[in-house]
Structure formats: structure tokens, C-alpha cells
T-cell receptor, first 119, second 113 residues
Framework: GAVVSQHPSWVICKSGTSVKIECRSLDFQATTMFWYRQFPKQSLMLMATSNEGSKATYEQGVEKDKFLINHASLTLSTLTVTSAHPEDSSFYICSARSKGQGMTAYEQYFGPGTRLTVT | DAKTTQPPSMDCAEGRAANLPCNHS???????VYWYRQIHSQGPQYIIHGLKNNETNEMASLIITEDRKSSTLILPHATLRDTAVYYC??????????????FGTGTLLAVQP
């Protein structure tokens, strides 16, 4: 149980275009989802936190107009990188926190990540 | 900033126990110690968490000192597939706006054949 999926697993896009990444909690309801970014040989950096039905809260230094986050349901959040540039190339990882029921209460589970390359 | 300190890297022989230390001297009373690991190019994987008692599951054991200022993750019989970056994180247990998992630099565990 407690599986989080991401789609796509990797994507290549041209500079100036937008790309959407999906994050789904497959077998639990996630009231809160998190988006992280990881550059090569670095740790995960939290970008934003989103609660279902609410606007996302962005960490300092993360451009909310560039990284659009939608959390429309208890099982789906999307991250759209708008007007992508080569410096946005990174490994994007989502995470979902369970609703607070049973054994998985409040635990946070991670997706497999999406490798974005902007050319 | 991360509230934990871990050695940047460790080696372990295959089949031996891997003991990964973590210092969290400023841990608060309501904060749990969580361990995650990240195998190369994958998302982090939850390992174990605890408050003050030692914990064990099918993956590992967690030993927390009595003053809670440090802990050790123990992989009893390391395999090559345990090669990963291991992250020690402290955070309150219950959900809330400030209860985010903030990753430090972790420990790269290299299991040697």
C-alpha cells in the first residue's frame, strides 16, 4: 500500500514550452502533497506544499508563476513548469501525505520522480 | 535548514551490519526521528521512524539515545541493493502546515561486495 505514482517518468522539452507533471496517490487519500526538486549530486529541495482545494504554498525563492501547482482532488496534484529554460532541467519528485487514518496516518510517501530535460 | 547532522559517506561490507549515525541535538519534545533512503535516480523510500523508544521493522532498527539527541539506523545484513543515500529527518508527527520533511545532505552508504 501507500503508492505514489508520477507521470511521465522522464520528459524532454524545448526551451520556452510548458510541461506538466502528474502525481497520484494510488491507494490512499492525500490531503497534502509536496513537490521537491533535486539537482545532480544535491539533496531534495522542497518547492511547494499543496492542500486539496487550496492554493499551494511556495518555499522562499520558488517562483509561483513559473511552477504552477494544482491539487484538485485527494489523489491528484499537478506541477506545470511554464516557459521552461535549460536551468529548469532537474529531477522533480512529488510526495503525498496521508489523510490521517489508520496505520499510514500522516506519513509521507514519495513518487519515483520525473526527469525533466529542457533543450 | 535541516536539524540533523550526518556523516557524508560510509562504507559497509556486504552481509555485515550497517550502522548509520545521526545527530539531532536540538530536537523538540514533539518531534519524531524519521529515516528515508534514496537509491540513485529514484524517489525517497520510507524506512522507519520513532519518538524515544527503539523501533524495528522488516527493513531496519532505529536506536534513539535516552536524551534523544542522536540516533542510529541499523541495517542488520547489508546487501548491494542497500547502497543509497540515507536521510535522517526530524519533524512533528501530526499533519500541519509546518510539518514538512526537509532533507539535509544525508549519508551515502556504499555496500562493498
Amino acid at each position: 500500500g501507500a503508492v505514489v505514482s508520477q507521470h511521465p517518468s522522464w520528459v524532454i522539452c524545448k526551451s520556452g514550452t510548458s510541461v506538466k507533471i502528474e502525481c497520484r496517490s494510488l491507494d490512499f487519500q492525500a490531503t497534502t502533497m509536496f513537490w521537491y526538486r533535486q539537482f545532480p549530486k544535491q539533496s531534495l529541495m522542497l518547492m511547494a506544499t499543496s492542500n486539496e482545494g487550496s492554493k499551494a504554498t511556495y518555499e522562499q525563492g520558488v517562483e509561483k508563476d513559473k511552477f504552477l501547482i494544482n491539487h484538485a482532488s485527494l489523489t491528484l496534484s499537478t506541477l506545470t513548469v511554464t516557459s521552461a529554460h535549460p536551468e529548469d532541467s532537474s529531477f522533480y519528485i512529488c510526495s503525498a501525505r496521508s489523510k490521517g487514518q489508520g496505520m499510514t496516518a500522516y506519513e509521507q510517501y514519495f513518487g519515483p520522480g520525473t526527469r525533466l530535460t529542457v533543450t | 535548514d535541516a536539524k540533523t547532522t550526518q556523516p557524508p559517506s560510509m562504507d559497509c561490507a556486504e552481509g555485515r551490519a550497517a550502522n548509520l549515525p545521526c545527530n539531532h541535538s536540538t530536537i523538540s519534545g514533539n518531534e519524531y526521528v524519521y529515516w528515508y533512503r534514496q537509491i540513485h535516480s529514484q524517489g525517497p523510500q520510507y524506512i522507519i521512524h520513532g519518538l524515544k523508544n527503539n523501533e524495528t521493522n522488516e527493513m531496519a532498527s532505529l536506536i534513539i539515545t535516552e536524551d534523544r539527541k542522536s540516533s542510529t539506523l541499523i541495517l542488520p545484513h547489508a546487501t548491494l541493493r542497500d547502497t543509497a543515500v540515507y536521510y535522517c529527518i526530524v519533524r512533528p508527527y501530526y499533519g500541519g502546515a509546518t510539518n514538512k520533511l526537509i532533507f539535509g545532505t544525508g549519508t551515502l552508504l556504499a555496500v562493498q561486495p
